[in-house]
């Protein structure tokens, strides 16, 4: 099966800057896949050259098996894209808007006020659609670029936050609506907002300085090794031994000692939870606990370790 989204060693240089380096990727038809990266990390110029508005330095991507450097038109006749500013017309109202859209991506008449009517419907605009577009919130106006990029029926969607500057309401509204696309389409979601990437992705991608970090299912994070909060009140050296001889526990971080307690975290084995033995042990011991608070890791663990690690 072709993958909808093929990156190979793709690279892009501004000077002696190099924006992209190397990032290669697939991913396959229907899945969500979320984009993720700090500011500058190299996620908006992956996307500008996903949807040929930039050429890439080297290497090679492709659109539903075609290349997007040789054969762009063929690439956006199979692909939606929402940028974070979405470009539309202000003076125009939001039916006029679409229908123009529509001729310019070539929509027949016979289907063109099926597809606009569908459009209006799912992205939730129907009740704005004689609205100038100029006299529209932010939210509506980013739902109507949504909109447009699902006019002709794409593919493949890219997005590049789209929840920006959508109220709360308006937010889970646009979710839904993404999350309901998944399977329908190929969908490669960009956004600072790591929960929502939880809530509909299946994988996500991790991008820092231009180099691919991170590439998984959000399934797998979350099977990763645990790690355990704990609160002593004891001898420290004591502590320390003996947490690090508990079986399960790869290694011991000692934290802060807040008003005679001591913090430490424990790293765990995969599948390890050793707080019934360390509890028990500690009180044989004479020792206080407070705390024994087991997490597992979250997008925003696995991002926060990823984006920030360096060398």
Same mark, same amino acid.
């Given at each position: 099966?072709?993958?909808?989204?093929?990156?190979?060693?793709?690279?892009?240089?501004?000077?002696?800057?190099?924006?992209v380096?190397?990032?290669?990727?697939?991913?396959?038809?229907?899945?969500?896949?979320?984009?993720?990266?700090?500011?500058?990390?190299?996620?908006?110029?992956?996307?500008?050259?996903?949807?040929?508005?930039?050429?890439?330095?080297?290497?090679?991507?492709?659109?539903?098996?075609? *290349?997007?450097?040789?054969?762009?038109?063929?690439?956006?006749?199979?692909?939606?894209?929402?940028?974070?500013?979405?470009?539309?017309?202000?003076?125009?109202?939001?039916?006029?808007?679409?229908?123009?859209?529509?001729?310019l991506?070539?929509?027949e008449?016979?289907?063109?006020?099926?597809?606009?009517?569908?459009?209006?419907?799912?992205?939730?605009?129907?009740?704005?659609?004689?609205?100038?577009?100029?006299?529209?919130?932010?939210?509506?106006?980013?739902?109507?670029?949504?909109?447009?990029a699902?006019?002709?029926?794409?593919?493949?969607?890219?997005? *590049?936050?789209?929840?920006?500057g959508?109220? +709360?309401?308006?937010?889970?509204?646009?979710?839904?609506?993404?999350?309901?696309?998944?399977?329908?389409?190929?969908?490669?979601?960009? @956004?600072?907002?790591?929960?929502?990437?939880?809530?509909?992705?299946?994988?996500?991608?991790?991008? *820092?300085?231009?180099?691919?970090?991170?590439?998984?299912?959000?399934?797998?994070? @979350?099977?990763?090794?645990?790690f355990?909060?704990?609160?002593?009140?004891?001898p420290?050296?004591?502590?320390?031994?003996?947490?690090?001889?508990?079986?399960?526990?790869t290694e011991?971080?000692?934290? +802060?000692?807040l008003?005679?307690?001591?913090?430490?975290?424990?790293?765990?084995?995969?599948?390890?939870?050793?707080?019934?033995?360390?509890?028990?042990?500690?009180?044989?011991?004479?020792?206080?606990?407070?705390?024994?608070?087991?997490?597992?890791?979250?997008?925003?663990?696995?991002?926060m370790?990823?984006?920030?690690?360096?060398?």
């Open positions: 099966m072709t993958p909808a989204i093929q990156v190979e060693t793709l690279c892009k240089n501004y000077g002696s800057v190099q924006a380096h190397n990032v290669t990727f697939q991913v396959a038809p229907g899945e969500l896949v979320g984009f993720l990266g700090l500011n500058g990390a190299g996620k908006s110029t992956t996307l500008k050259i996903l949807t040929t508005f930039l050429p890439a330095s080297s290497g090679t991507a492709s659109i539903d098996g075609f *290349d997007v450097m040789y054969e762009s038109m063929q690439v956006r006749e199979r692909l939606g894209y929402l940028p974070e500013s979405v470009p539309i017309y202000p003076e125009m109202r939001v039916e006029e808007y679409l229908t123009m859209r529509a001729k991506k070539g929509i008449r016979t289907r063109r006020l099926t597809r606009i009517d569908y459009c209006l419907e799912h992205c939730r605009i129907r009740e704005v659609r004689r609205r100038l577009i100029g006299t529209l919130s932010k939210g509506y106006r980013q739902r109507v670029g949504l909109a447009d699902l006019l002709a029926g794409p593919s493949v969607l890219i997005l *590049d936050e789209p929840l920006s959508l109220d +709360p309401v308006q937010q889970e509204e646009t979710l839904a609506t993404i999350r309901s696309l998944g399977g329908q389409h190929t969908v490669l979601f960009s @956004s600072h907002q790591l929960a929502d990437v939880e809530k509909i992705c299946d994988r996500v991608i991790i991008i *820092d300085r231009g180099t691919l970090r991170f590439d998984d299912k959000l399934t797998a994070i @979350s099977k990763q090794a645990a355990l909060v704990v609160e002593v009140r004891g420290t050296e004591d502590v320390t031994r003996f947490l690090a001889e508990t079986d399960g526990v011991v971080i000692p934290g +802060p000692m008003e005679g307690w001591a913090e430490y975290i424990l790293r765990l084995k995969a599948e390890a939870d050793p707080r019934e033995v360390l509890a028990k042990r500690a009180i044989e011991n004479g020792w206080g606990v407070r705390r024994l608070e087991l997490r597992r890791e979250r997008l925003e663990d696995t991002f370790r990823v984006a920030y690690q360096r060398g």
